[in-house]
């Protein structure tokens, strides 16, 4: 017989869908979209869909490991016994010998989003202060940009872009990495809307929009002062400014005496007569609707390259209007409660390390990190700073991975922790986009002896107080089931119009927030005003208003930027094993063991490469080799290597040039600065008689 389920894509993606899967005799068979969601509408993107090849791969742990010695893939299958034995007598010789557990440290970010993976926090917290990974390698300066603007970072729901009648998505790509979005934006385009794509290269969305415009890198803020400029100038202001923001006088006097067009289209490389075409239609088509994506805030200037964007949207009266606003994300829904609660996970005594600094913080810390715990994260593979990460290995005497399969940073550890899908366990997900929370149930058993992360840390609780009484207050065993409802408190039920967490059993719920965001005008900025001026922005070393501070430039000696966006077929370090073959032309073992490098033909051939020959690309980080392909669609001096795990674990690897370059905003909202990606620089080379 068949049944079905109802699951919650915990991916880090935009869309976070509502799935339906069926079973059969105890097998997952079809995974298919929700058709009653709204924004899913019934669909689901390639990567979904390859999820039941996923959950039964031949390549999926299935069973706790060990490896004899780290890097040399010679696991060992152990019983769980063991493997939680080991951890909880590491925990307790920790403590012994130094006298706290702050030497045990966890990283876990953003595999699977889900609120039952917080009872890693849940547990340490139970043990004592202990090392944690704070930030985000993501979108730190855009949530601190509209934290200083609007008070909060709050989008509308994304179903209003519907009513837009001109759409301008700037720096980001949904027809890869938000795909429920288009088909918003097509309804949008077929009752007359126009789209505008901002992007340093033609993406697959510049590809579908009426228009590309084509910014140099990290000078969006620059384009935006410039059309704010134009637009007072011009007298499109918004009549009514003066009575719910703050310090536009200010703003605009600084437009006037310091923002000089011809210097904008000089450093922008968008002409003054495209940059006068553009703000005149923005200021003048109602509702206009800014997207501004993750893109285009990975630089050293990021964060006020986005209050730059949202003071067009606040100058015109597009904040507040129904199908307008600047969007960028929000956390609005993700006011959880108990244990699991990402308010509640931190003991008072934690010692905090930037995520993004992760191994050279970590080496300072005193007394020295002996444990690592990695949960839902790669951050071998999906961070800069490789020297410092080995020695940090070196320091440490247990790591300790929960994945699903290997990965760059298992090839490190000491114990493999298999974990349960999606698939096979309870748990919770919220949007970062719209506006729905929804439960998660499990279809089937858990595959081998995977277990979810919240029973490990139960078990791991258990086994701690089995050793040593008292050593863990974290509980020893529950109800997963019982644990997500109730994660889910008084105050989300509140915003969910919920009687009681079980109704979440029924399908996702909507927050009852309205479509529109900041419609009233009042803002949770200290003054309740949008602000143009932010003292909050200057507490944090900014200058009050949204000026334009330069990107860093390339250096001489490594002059084309490396861009490493991500990709359609991958979901960051995640694989997908049955990704259709973007690179037919290549050979296996090119496939295999190489990035794919995108070059625009012009500057390939001033290095005189042509496609399928290799390169060598460099900078102080390290070298890599990497197999050239001509794109007519990348910018000039630029390398573009889609993220992707495409080639061999065992190769070198992207990161190993990632700058490890810091955005300018992230600590009022994140805890940390953002990682600038986007400003990183290499050199080239041809490698001579290779194709
Ligand atoms: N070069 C380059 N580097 C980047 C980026 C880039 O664009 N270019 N993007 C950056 C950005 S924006 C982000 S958000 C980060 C993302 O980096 P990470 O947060 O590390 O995310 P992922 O690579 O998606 O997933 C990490 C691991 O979580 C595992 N996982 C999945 N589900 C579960 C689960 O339920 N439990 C456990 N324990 N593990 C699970 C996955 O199998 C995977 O191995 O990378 C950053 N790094
Ligand atoms: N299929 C798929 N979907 C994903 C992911 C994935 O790996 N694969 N990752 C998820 C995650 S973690 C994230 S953070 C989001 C990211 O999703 P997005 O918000 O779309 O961000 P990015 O992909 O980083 O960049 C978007 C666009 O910004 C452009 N860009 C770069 N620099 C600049 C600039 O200076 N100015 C302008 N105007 N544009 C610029 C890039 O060329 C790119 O086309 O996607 C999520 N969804
Ligand atoms: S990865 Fe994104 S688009 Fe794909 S199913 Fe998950 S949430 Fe939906
Ligand atoms: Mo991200």
Redesign the pocket.
Known sequence: MDSLHRHIC???CYDTCSIISTTRNGRLVAIEGDPEHSYTRGKLCPKAMDEIHKVYHTQRVKYPMRQRKRFSGQWERITWDEALNTIAQQILTIKEKYGTTLPIALN?????F?I??NA?EGLLKGIGPTTRAIG????SAGMDAQHFDFGVFFCSDPLEMEKAKLIWLWGVNPAWNAVHQMPIIFRAMEKGAKVVSFDTHLSATAARAHEFVQVNPGTDGLLALGMCKIIAEKGFLDPELSQYSLGHEEFLSYLNEEVDLRKCSQITGVSIKTMTELALEYSTTKPACIWAG?GLQ?YSNGGQNLRAIDALGALTGNIGRPGGGVQYGHMETWSFAGPLAPQNYHHSLDCKVDINQFAPQGLKMDPPLKMLL??????I???GKQREWQKLIDQLDLIV?????H?R??LAADLF?P????YE?WDINASYWHYYVGINEPAIKPVGEAR??LQIAWDLSRVLNELDPGSSAFPTSGSEKEWVLGAVGEDLCQILELRSPQELLDGPKRANFPSTSWQEKIFRTPSGKYEFYSEKAQEYGHDPLPKFKPPYSPPEDTPLRLL???HISG?????YPSDTDVYPLFTEEIKANYYVAHIHPQTAMAYNVKSREQVALWNKGGSLTAAVQWDESVALDTVV?Y?ENRANIKVPH??LL?SGNLTDMGPCSTGAYG?A?NE?FVGMRKMEGRS
């Open positions: 915990p991916r880090n876990k970010y953003s595999g699977n889900g039952m993976r890693w985000s390698p993501c979108w993750f990975r990695v949960a839902c994260r790669n951050p593979q999906q961070e991975v929960s994945d699903l399969f990965t940073t298992s922790l974990v349960t899908t999606h366990h979810s992360d490493t966006p991500h979901l960051n370090s995640q694989i290597i993220q992207l990161n990632n990682l990606l990183t």
